[in-house]
């Protein structure tokens, strides 16, 4: 599919970027393409057993298989491989890295017409409808869930390849003396291959996210999924989404190991998780303030890093809040999404006994549980209620109590609220914080709404909205070098710099060069991506 020029490119992306809109889906032609959409997973997909696949060979282990289910039904969707040692992975990796330096070296407009004819085919109804399908099988998101994800992925490879046109097109360097030659030009190679190491709850949009922003800047790429991750030391980068604690392990044991080649691994995108703040000052429309904090917490459950987490509300809006937040949970329909439910159980039987199990702990001296939706129990067992903690009077101001609210990440439907009494003890706490992914802060008065999305702890901080629905175009990510952001928080293009060797290369010519001679080698070099100055 031919690459349009910059500018025509840079049109049509930001009319795609702008031109979100999501079906009804209570009405019943967009009810009926849904199932017609199901009927096509079901007959296409669904109840396979499927190989792993690396070079394009596949491979099927000795080792008994284990099974992708329904978070509802507890239905099996497919049978999958178990990592086994048998397999000669160190001579497919051997192919990859062949690969490697075909793909590295292939101009970068062939790489993003590539990326431009995925992008359209993504954008096709077809795969559009199959995808949101799969989402809600497999991970129990609602329509609307399954949609919003969905309309990220096709954008995100967009933004990538307007990231190529910026990278490989700004020819901005400064100009060299005499001294350095009668060539002078830069080029960006990809570093080497990657491993995008992919989470359960996201499954579409942030894996292509990761996958995609590598091959475009020239590197060959692994998927899999959030377990065992490989120690090859011909792997160069690394991007991961899933639990902290897997990512620190990893990093420790990984990042300084040698790698071919030299140099250590590199951490690419590394987002693991959030307690994000939502922060009420003053805000005259408490039912959309309301509203805001049950849309970030019970979409998927809870199940997202960006999930509202803590509350804190002024201390004499609290009664009224509390009760007009059970009225809003109480009206959510919880069940099988496939049925039309607003949310339904987590992922898995491991997810729910640690979300009981933190919600147990925090009960224990450092909130108390005020909320607890009322459930009709799922046949996989695996339910959470939507439940809402309140700490006490005093919470704010106990540093033991407000540390491990701080730092209590629960990965479901669940939030406490924090009352206090003015807002210089919230802001204090904000040097207590180990993470920093996303926050809310409301306020009417504009001064008091600048000063407190820049006070809060977030790389995405959001006005008077709440914090989850990160857009492609926002950037999503950690601030600084917090637990949700292990790449010390480069995100957007400037993550580029991570995914590519910036070379810089000069030359004499030969005395005996035509000019003929000197245009051929300039345009050799730009063939290899070398931005020439002059």
């Known amino acids: 599919m ?35 959409a199901h009927r096509e997973l079901c007959s296409c997909y669904l109840g396979k057993t499927f190989p792993h696949i690396l070079v394009g060979k596949e491979y099927y282990s000795s080792l008994p298989l284990y ?7 507890g239905n099996a969707l497919g049978q999958f491989q178990r ?38 085919a993504l954008m096709s109804e077809k795969w559009t409808w199959r995808f949101v399908s799969a989402l ?13 994800e969905y309309n990220e992925v096709y954008r995100f490879v967009l933004i990538h390849i307007w990231f190529m046109f910026k990278r490989y097109t700004e020819n901005d360097q400064f100009k060299s003396c005499g001294l350095s030659g009668d060539y002078f030009g830069y080029s960006f190679k990809g570093r080497g291959i990657g491993l995008v190491v992919a989470p359960f709850n996201f499954p579409a949009a942030i894996p292509v996210r990761m996958l995609t922003l590598m091959l475009a800047f020239g590197n060959v790429v692994i998927l899999k999924g959030a377990t065992t991750v490989l120690s090859d030391p011909r792997l160069k980068i690394v991007s991961f989404t899933g639990s902290s604690e897997v990512c620190e392990a ?36 408490l039912d959309w303030f309301v509203s805001q904090c049950i849309k970030g917490n019970f979409g998927i459950s809870g199940q997202k890093c960006s999930t509202t987490r803590l509350v804190f509300v002024p201390e004499e809006l609290k009664k009224e809040l509390l009760e007009r937040l ?15 439910a607003d949310l339904g159980p987590v992922i898995d039987m491991v997810a729910k006994k640690e979300i009981d199990r933190k919600i147990a702990f925090l009960a224990e001296g450092f909130a108390k549980v005020v909320y607890q939706k009322k459930i009709t129990l799922s046949p996989s067992g695996q339910d959470v209620a939507p439940t809402i903690l309140l700490a006490d009077y005093d919470a704010i101001r106990n540093k033991v109590v407000m540390q491990t609210l701080l730092d ?13 009494r003015s807002i210089d003890e919230v802001h204090a706490l904000r040097p207590s914080m180990e993470y920093g992914l996303t926050g809310s802060y409301y306020a009417e008065h504009p001064e008091r709404l600048a000063e407190g999305m820049m006070f809060l702890p977030a790389g995405n901080a959001y006005g008077n909205r709440r914090s989850t629905g990160a857009t492609g175009p926002e950037e999503f990510g950690g601030l600084g070098g917090s637990k949700s952001s292990y790449n010390s928080g480069l995100k957007g293009y400037d993550e580029v710099a991570l995914y590519v060797q910036k070379r810089t290369h000069s030359a004499v010519y030969p005395k005996s060069w035509t000019e003929r001679e000197k245009l051929t080698f300039r345009r050799k070099m730009e063939l290899h991506g070398v931005a020439v100055k002059w």
Not at 139 to 148: I, N, P
Not at 326 to 335: Q, S
């Open 250 to 285: 990893m990093i420790k044991k990984h990042q300084f190991s040698p790698r071919t080649g030299g140099n250590q691994l590199t951490i690419g995108s590394a987002e693991t998780g959030g307690v994000n703040w939502v922060v009420l000052r003053y805000f005259h429309d």
């Open 408 to 420: 209590t990440e629960i990965f479901g439907p669940v939030f406490t609220v924090v009352p206090f």
């Open 67 to 73: 099974a992708d289910a329904n978070p509802y039904s």
């Open 83 to 120: 990592f086994d040692p048998a397999w000669d992975i160190g001579s497919a990796i051997g192919d990859i890295d062949k690969a490697q330096d075909i793909w590295r070296e292939t101009p970068w407009k062939v790489r993003a017409e590539y990326l431009y004819a995925l992008a359209h």
């Open 136 to 148: 809600m099988h497999d991970t129990g998101k609602s329509a609307a869930e399954a949609w919003g």
């Open 326 to 340: 059970f009225a809003v949970y109480d009206k959510l329909i919880y069940g099988n999404v496939l049925d039309g």
């Open 2 to 36: 031919k690459l349009p020029s910059k500018r025509a490119f840079r049109k049509e992306a930001d009319a795609i970027m702008a031109g979100e809109s999501y079906p009804d889906f209570t009405t019943g032609a967009v009810r009926e393409r849904l199932r017609e």
